[in-house]
């Protein structure tokens, strides 16, 4: 296999996304000479250029051609015309999470932060740790964070802090001494046969974890509530009202942040204030906890960190507000994603929560929101466009229509929109000043969202 010790000039194939640019500045700053392409200009592509960083807009293969190593993100097929000059050229080529996995390699401690749901969140917060502690570490994160200007900090010392994502099994190229798992989903169908399958791969996960290391644990799971103890290694559990981490005296603002006193091991610690709501972040702030731990954060400089976190983009997002309407977005496109973002939408001042639900991929429509859809109970009513195919192709297999059938037969009220102009209309109808609108889902939801601004 291709390293990245053995190349100086390496070009990324989608430098514009958060995770390549990230994956492009630690390169950079490692002493590598960094370029890549990308089909369109992003927020990302202007920082690396001001980083002395090459980076063309458009896919041509004479752009690789004094490359000595390509890498490419999950998207990229095959026949882009880049991949195929480097194919046809001799010029070695590996995957994204190959290449995150080399990079871990050249670090002593590695925090790899996994789990179905919660792990950009949590990276998030570690990231604002890491800046109070003066920790100094790398850290890398699958999303926007505001405090980092994106989605990565290239620090100094010998810790590197990661999301570590299980699509495809990606994360089994990292080197972890450090393994949190926040839980373990049906997710990602596309790529697992089952549940078991998923378990089996998070149970590899922590095998990779040596002797001296630790594996940190959400027991509010039951999967990962059974993984632990077959592990080997050292394990700390952590919860929302269990675990040798936990929390008790949940209270909510008139914004719907929380706050909560934080048991250690039975004691006490101190009152943690949050600036995010939702009583998932309770759980997703204790898991940050333990992490801080692990890594001797005083106790005060952790609860300074959580108290300053405001959410990552696509996070349960402020978007704006129009007719007295205020309109927020989540990123969350698995049913206990959706119901976590509706939970918290009701700690915020409302008065009828409209939940606009883009589904991403068939797979997902099919095996995940036609039948039991009870995550969408917390919204008065769920609307719903076509199908988003992301990875996929249709081929009839399923319909908007199969899951709006799913979520009225769990008694929530949901209609069949086909356009997000569509949903526009709807809601100028409908909807009243003092509502809220919360879109969700991970295709171009997001963007489509500033259709109804």
Do not use: W
Request: proline residues 3%; hydrophobic residues 35%.
């Amino acid at each position: 296999m291709a390293t990245l010790d053995e190349s100086r000039r390496i070009y990324l194939i989608g430098i514009g996304g958060c995770s390549m640019s990230g994956l492009a500045q630690i390169l950079k700053a490692q002493g590598h000479i960094v370029a890549g392409s990308d089909r369109e200009e992003s927020q990302f592509t202007e920082q690396l250029r001001k980083l002395g960083v090459t980076v063309f807009i458009g896919h041509k293969a004479e752009q690789v051609a004094t490359s000595d190593l390509v890498i490419y993100s999950a998207a990229i097929k095959p026949t882009n015309p880049e991949r195929e000059f480097a194919q046809e050229h001799g010029i070695p080529q590996i995957e994204r999470s190959v290449a995150l996995g080399q990079i871990s390699e050249r670090f002593k401690e590695v925090v790899a932060i996994a789990g179905c749901h919660g792990k950009t969140t949590i990276t998030s917060m570690l990231a604002y740790i890491n800046d109070a502690a003066k920790l100094d570490a790398t850290v890398h994160v699958g999303g926007f964070v505001e405090l980092l200007g994106g989605g990565v900090r290239v620090g100094g010392s010998d810790t590197f802090i990661t999301e570590a994502c299980e699509y495809v099994q990606s994360f089994l190229m990292l080197s972890p001494t450090i393994a949190l798992i926040n839980n373990i989903d049906n997710d990602h169908l596309d790529c697992y046969r089952d549940i078991d399958h998923i378990v089996s791969t998070f149970f590899r996960f922590c095998s990779l974890v040596p002797p001296e290391g630790v594996i940190l644990g959400c027991i509010d799971d039951e999967h990962v509530r059974e993984l632990l103890p077959v592990t080997d290694r050292r394990y700390v559990t952590y919860g929302l009202h269990q675990g040798d981490y936990h929390a008790d005296d949940i209270r909510y603002d008139a914004s719907g942040n929380p706050s909560f006193e934080l048991i250690d091991n039975g004691q006490s610690r101190g009152r943690v204030e949050l600036s995010v709501p939702g009583t998932h972040n309770v759980v997703n702030a204790i898991a940050a906890y333990a992490v801080s731990k692990e890594l001797n954060v005083p106790f005060g400089v952790y609860t300074m960190a959580i108290r300053r976190f405001t959410n990552t983009k696509r996070r349960f997002e402020y978007m704006g507000e129009r007719n007295g309407i205020k309109v927020f977005h989540d990123y969350g496109h698995h049913p206990n994603e959706i119901r976590s973002t509706l939970e918290a939408a009701t700690r915020v001042p409302h008065g009828k929560i409209f939940c606009v639900f883009q589904c991403n991929s068939y797979t997902r429509a099919k095996t995940l929101f036609c039948q039991d859809v009870d995550c969408f109970s917390d919204a008065d009513e769920v609307l719903v466009p076509d199908i988003y195919p992301g990875r996929e192709v249709d081929t009839g297999l399923v319909h908007a229509k199969d899951m709006v059938a799913g979520i009225v037969k769990t008694g929530s009220k949901a209609t069949y929109l086909p356009t997000f102009g569509d949903i526009r209309q709807y809601l100028d109808a409908h909807a009243k000043q003092g509502d809220i609108v919360i879109t969700v889902g991970s295709g171009d939801v997001y963007r489509q969202t500033q259709t109804l601004l």
